[in-house]
Every structure is written in C-alpha cells, then in structure tokens.
C-alpha cells in the first residue's frame, strides 16, 4: 500500500510499512495483513514476540525452556 510522503514509496523502493515479529521458532510474520515478502530488509521495524504488547505463548514456553 502507497502511504502518503514515504521517500520509499515516491522512489519505488521495495518495502513495508508493517513491523516484522520474528517468534522464538524463528517462524516470521508481519503487521501488515497484504505483505507477502517476510525478508527483514523490507521492514523498518523488527520485533521479537516477546517485545509484543501482551506477550507470546511462544516466547513464554522458550522463556519456561531457558530456566528449566
């Protein structure tokens, strides 16, 4: 989706506007509902699950791994 004055969009670099969640199994997703590249260099945000708002089951059971 074209946003209104993105330097990315006016120059048709390849990219996206959502913020990239990288899960502790290392399976990715994106913010956005329409990306379909999950390649870290499109997004200018990357997260782990664990930095999520409300947190991740997948981050709690790796967390529950490292302390056992």
Known sequence: MRAPDCSSCESAVDHCHG?????????TECTEGDCVDLDYVRHTFVVDCADVAGGCACAESGTARRLA
């Open 19 to 27: 913020t990239l969640i990288v899960h502790a199994s290392r399976h």
